[in-house]
């Protein structure tokens, strides 16, 4: 994406007129490389030996591109890219023993494609550890079968002799040069079916969900078929990978496609750069070239030999600490001062998040996540940055979709009944039921945890809980977020949870009601109709993000934005959303008294729009001037409901206030992660 | 219905071959034993770096061989009598432990994952490469005191000395092991980390020693592993990887719970290896440890003796 | 009481650690085997090889250095063109399957050629290219040895290399020697996936006919009436254990199992205990050097005491050093040719040049430079079908044995059965075929 999108993404104000999926140069630059290609293939490669490692490098390309798609896009840690692409070469030459070529590539694709299905649909509950040997596991299996399955290799042990040539109108590709360009098209072929990718919502559904899986589900992106799809789009890429070797080479062993490629995969896409498909370019160029590099050099210097793996091992480490965006980033480091901080490229990947090489930039996981490590220590550097001051909260602007009818107004449109979350033996909400009605303001208050965000959470379906819910009528499972999205229910979180490698815009983007034409299908095959409808959901998060006054940020990587403004970013990510409930949780947070006011307007606009809202805050006098209603909690129950006036009254509410110290963490509330933690020592 | 089954054990019974009757039998379950203690350790190693770091190495498998490498070193080229070679091989391989702790682990406490996972892998490399330049790829052997003795006569079949020590000793490690888990306060203090970092740091665990410690002992258990498994076959620098991955699966099958669930699982991948290989498929055998990890992980991915159901994603 | 002592063990552990991994590295200088990358295990001795030289054996290194060997030139002959040989082969230390023998006795047998006035008149260029054994690097050193055109390739020592490689030398038509005795490689292989065609030709024995060989030696010596067969999951153990089982058949002698395993096999139990349930006479054993250990010593381990005979492998497995005295004491192996004990006064010579004792590997590279003298000389010129056409015509004698073209381009037609009973190599039988 990095020159993809160079071009067209500098405007920082005022209305955008196209979606980004229109914006940049990404065939140019496609053209410009392959013509690039063809030049150095003509002016500096001579020998067959070159022009055999120049296919090579293509072919790695096509595998480490299939790479980025499983784990640069979709953060799935894989090691079973190599085994695929040795799937691939397997059934290809098996299928095209009495037939073509194609025939053969034909049921590589099928093959990986069926196969990586199914496995990543076995282990669909395995995350980061459990996946990581899941799919070494699936690699050995695959292994094994290409030494064993005599019906698949001819029983000579995985070394196959005399693989059909890949030929075109019966014409055969048996120079290096044509094979070369068959490989340069075959490249054209997958970096523009990648460049669909990248201007489709799908990339930024799956850079959501890779994440924030939890937040991504709860605005309604279907995180297990995101998932499968990038890691089936994977493994087909590494299966015709497979495919192409095996015919271009003539012969193919299983030693090819182990460990060693397996780890290789890893090392060219870090190695490149984890964020972009020229990334895995770059890097399989270095891989395919510092092999030749270190033979040589240890041919000069004898001393040197087995530091090959010394070499991975330490460019792995190095340039994951020195290099994190890899040496593309290095390029857009260089580039980016001129194009401005504008655009998706302008942000940190998401590895230099993770790594913490930018201070505050890294948001917290609700739920699982990456808290196995982190730990959530990060929770209270986001809170550090400036809270709402450079941009002001601009006044609520008439709403561009037509309001709702309000004619139905008091009738229930969420029911919770007796709703309890435990966590190893804590009752963090003790079976609560509350009710909100149509174009009601509910506020929730309580004390530190009193279990506010618990039962959010438990509501809207991200973490266990027992009870029963209702929307509008309908029962809705507890524990399905996506269901209670479908509902038309929608939150805020106590921390802003945005995406901080993607822009505002496409922030808001991922909430879109309208979710026809989002997928893999769509982008590739039905590209009039998905634009269509990607332009009038660009319209609506347009409209949304000018509401809360963010119009001018909209193409800015959200993590550029202050506290404040994050917070903003997720409301116009709710309003995007068409909702017909919205859950707050402590909105005011980092506001101060006017903007708090603002937020109290925006507020009582949606409720007159028809949308009922649930409000947590610790605010009492915003709470008080906001609410129609006032529920408290403490320690896990409801202990009075009323109007805001006369809850003062009640002894109950006192006594959970008085004395008690806000000295608990922004975290309360949040269950300890199950990730991989265990349940018992 | 009834039918179908039928069929289906028939067809799964044609693949089998039950032959060699009790003497089989017997030489594949102690077969199984041995890999499945080499399992259970590695598996160990894997449980108690997790317990106390949240992090699984990948740099585990090296661990292994390196352990039988400095074993080597200890008995062939320093002339250590076969005892003190083991003792000072444990020894390093605790220190070697720390260090990898304090070099590959400490700078990255706090970040991600992905990271952590990618830093062990580099770590992998590097001690692969270190252990060739060390000791040379060239095939070896790991001396044992009980290597080349006659093989003791159980139920008619032979069984080599070698298989019953891993055995036994692996069985004396998991006991001593679980007494420290549950006895002292290392085990306490490791336990009160699993369960809660942030909490256990607040009522003063000392969090970077409990990581040292577990670091240096898991790598110590990874070193054990290699003493025992090193005898019984060729030491080259591709001996950890296979016990390695066996591990991880006996840890998945334990649900990196219990000590007790983890051993039974390495256990179960040793048994599923030479009992079910032994008489079925036996082509495939090496195959089978990962078809059961991978139905574990589909059916019960909290593993088959954790309690209650496992929420989200693991 | 307790504190101090555990502060200073705290202290003390992270440069005690460092100073015993320093200790370690520095300590073992005396033992200068480089080594390399270790995703792959040795390959089989019938392909390619592992290690050290001969042993001790009976012979006495005494002679003094000989000329170089019988072949006879047609003197007149002289050549406009330089004559370049590039062999295709590790040296020390470049793999862990790398070893010294390949180099250094083509090296021997160029400087002897180039001192006597080289080949026609012309000096003979040659040039090594480390070819690694993955199929595919295998190629790329192909490809670097074609793009230098030279008049002959040497090399290729693994069955993996010269499946991949061979049809590009075929497309390249330049002579090639390759080492392999893999069946696709020999033009007359008739199953599918050949890959033998008439620039290529073999230099080591052909498998199946060392399998033919070594069960017609097995019913020899032991005349056994049950034998299991043991082969490496490849086209080497495949091709081989094919052979063996209709030869065995044919003798009327019943084979009670036949297994197969990888050829990074650790652990073979499984093979041990079905080979044991059969109740087998002798075992015949195709497989690489570390399986072979691992097997010797597990049939031991698990009580069975039979004799079992292998290929040349086994002599990689004894020289390793794994082995148990009476796993060593069962085993038979099946060389090409062992100059140390078939041609001492050219081992002399070796030794002296190079310090150490040669191997049939060193002898194959050192036969395989006068074979190429020969058919340039008998050509005429280093035009690369002429030369191709001289090498159809081999008879050379060499260190070992005498080579002679067959209709498969293979050239080599003998082998030794040998033991290493009391850990010294025994011949006990010649083998022609």
Known sequence: MAASSSTGRGRSMGALKRPPVFRGQPYSAIVLFLVGLVVFRLVWVDGLANEKQANTWLLYSVLVIGFYFVFGVSGQFAFSQAAFAGLGAYTSQWASKNHSFWLGLLAALVSSALISMLFALLVKRAAHFYFAIATLGVAEILILMFEKWKGLNGGLGGEVTNIRDVSLFGHVLDSYGEQFAFLLVLLGIVMTLGAWLERSPFVRENIANRDHEVVSKTLGIPSLQLRVTSFVLGSVLAGLTGACWGALNGFIETLTWGVELGLGVFLMLILGGIGSRWGAIVGAWFYTYIVDFLDKAEKEFPSLIGGRQIVYGGVLVIVMIALPDGIVGIWGRIRRPKAGAGDRSATPNWLVTLLGLKRGARADPIVGGESSVSNGGDVGEAAVSDPVSDTAVSDPAPVSAAPRSTADSGAPVLVANDIAVSFGGVRAVAGVSLTLHRNEILGLIGPNGSGKSTFLNAVNGVVPATGSLSINGQPVRLGNSAGVRRAGLLRTYQTPQTFLHLSCIENVLLSTADRRYTGIAAAWFLRPLMLKHEKARWARAEAALDRVGLLDKAERSAAGLSYGQQRLLEVARVIAAEPAIILLDEPSAGLNAAETQILARHLRTLRDEGISLLVVDHKIDFISNLCERVAVLELGTLVAEGDPVTIWDDERVINAYLGVADDEPVGVGEPPSPTLTGSEA | MTAALGGAVNTIAALCEFTGGKRTFISLLFSGLSIGSIAALAALGFLLMQKATGVISFAQGDMITLGAYIAIWWMRDRDAPWLLAYVLTLVMMFGIGIVLERVAYAPLKGRSIHVVVIATLGAALVIRAIIALWQDTTPTSLFSPLKGRDPVKIGGAAIPPVKIAVFVVTLVVVAVMIAVFNRTQFGRQVRAIAADRETARMHGVAATKMSMIAFGLSTALAGLAGILIGPTQNVDLTLGFGAMLAGFSAAILGGFGSLGGVVIGGFMIGLSEQIVGGYCLSEYKSAFPYVLMLIVIAVRPQGLFSRGAAHGRL | MGEKPVKLWRRLIIPVALLSIVAAACGDDDDDAPAAEGTTTAPAADETTTTAAAATTTAATTAPSADAPTTTAAPELVLDEPVSIIGLYEDTGESPAAQPYFAAGAQMAIDEINAAGGIGGQEVSYERIAAGLAADAAVQSTLEAIDAAPTVIIGLPSS????????????????????????????????????????????????????????????????????????????????????????????GIEVTTRETNEFDATDMTTQVLAIQNGDPDLILNVNFPNPITVFANQLIENGVTIPHVDGASAGFAFLAGNLTDEARDLLYGVEDCLPTLQNEEWSAKYEDEFGGPPNYAAAETYDAIYIIKAAIERAGSTDPAAVRDALAETSHEGICTTYETDEGNGLHHSAIVVDYEGGTINIIKELSF
């Open chain 3, 160 to 251: 993996g290399q010269v499946i991949a490689a061979a049809p590009e030398i075929a497309k390249a038509e330049i002579p090639a020697i390759l080492f392999s005795a893999a069946p696709q490689a020999f033009l007359d292989y008739e199953g599918e996936g050949g890959v033998g065609n008439e620039w290529v030709f073999i230099y080591r024995p052909r498998n199946t006919a060392i399998a033919a060989q070594q069960v017609a030696f097995v019913n020899d010596e032991f005349a056994p009436t049950k034998v299991a067969l043991l082969c490496v999951n490849n086209p080497f153990g495949t091709a081989s254990c094919d052979v063996m089982e209709t030869e065995l058949e044919a003798l």
